[in-house]
């Protein structure tokens, strides 16, 4: 890849990782892979050397991991940053350097290595501009899409990561609950839904939900939609409501009553 693409600043001095566990271990394998030097992971109560260190502890443990950073000894010029989607640059203040977020937008289930951040989109943040650019730098150099958001634009940020993977998953969870009701069990269903589930996701990535929308909803077949709730009501009277808040949501997207804020129509609100 061009140099202009991959700049060589404080991040290729030296980065080191602390905390040993999912995303923390995958970080140091891609890392070392990039030729970035890699100290870690560490653990609890260390001292790293590196003039960058990237904490990869549980959301709630950013803060005290942080502060134990400080405690370890001030060193202003440090870059400190964390991975996660959630929590804003003020977690790592009491590190005492300058604060960087770097959030990949991939699932990590532990053993990956530098195939899980290739491509990827990376939400990057920095409470300098020297932080932002060090945030840039690792996820160019472990081949990511880098995208700044700020504090401010965090929440939103990490809630659509969460619908898009998250709630995915529990939508599919329902589908199989019901598949079941059909006779379908649980490894079959799955079977069976899932290339129908990656050929939908593929056309919202390539077409837009619009052009991807299909289906009795997007068509206005009424009947047939009546027909799915009763059975819904039926058998899993439970799900009634989530069934309906969806026709609603997937109505108004077919309608096109749907849109998404510019950054421009953002900025002015
Ligand atoms: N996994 C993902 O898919 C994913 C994706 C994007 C972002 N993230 C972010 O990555 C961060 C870590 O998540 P994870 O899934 O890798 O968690 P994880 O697998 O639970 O690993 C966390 C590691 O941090 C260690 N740790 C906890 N408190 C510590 C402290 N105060 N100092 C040093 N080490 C400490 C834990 O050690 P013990 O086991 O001894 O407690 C464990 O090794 C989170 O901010 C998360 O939001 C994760």
Redesign the pocket.
């Known amino acids: 890849m061009p140099q202009a693409t991959k700049p060589r600043g404080r991040a290729h001095s030296g980065v080191a990782i ?7 271990s995958a970080l140091v394998r891609a890392l070392e892979d990039a030729g970035v030097p890699v100290e870690g ?4 109560d ?1 001292h790293p050397a590196a003039g960058v260190v990237l ?5 709630g ?2 803060a ?2 942080a502060a ?1 950073l400080g405690r370890a000894g001030s060193r202003p010029e440090r870059l400190v940053g ?6 804003p640059l003020g977690a790592l203040a009491a590190a005492g350097g300058q604060a960087f977020g770097l ?2 937008l ?5 053993g990956e290595g530098a195939e899980a951040f290739a491509g990827t989109g990376a939400a990057i943040a920095g409470s300098t501009a020297t932080a932002l650019a060090t945030a840039r730098e690792l996820a160019l150099a472990l081949g990511m899409e880098p995208i700044a958001v700020s504090d401010s634009e965090r929440a939103a940020y990490h809630a659509a990561a969460s619908v898009a993977s998250n709630f995915t998953v529990t939508l599919q969870a329902v589908a199989e609950r019901l598949a079941g009701v059909a006779g379908i069990a649980p490894a079959d269903a799955r079977a069976l839904l899932a290339p129908l589930v990656r050929q939908t996701v593929d056309n919202w990535a390539a077409r837009g939900p619009e052009a991807a929308l299909t289906g009795p909803v997007a068509r206005g077949d009424r009947a047939t939609v009546d027909r799915q709730r009763a059975a819904v009501d039926r058998h899993v009277p439970e799900l009634a409501p989530l069934f309906d808040e969806l026709v609603a949501a997937t109505a108004a997207l077919a309608r096109g009553d749907v849109t998404a804020p510019t950054p421009s129509t953002r900025a002015a609100a």
């Open positions: 602390v905390g040993a566990g999912r995303l923390g992971p560490l653990g609890r260390a904490l990869c502890v549980p959301d443990e950013i005290a991991a134990a964390h991975v996660s989607g959630a929590t959030h990949p991939q699932t990590f289930a532990g």
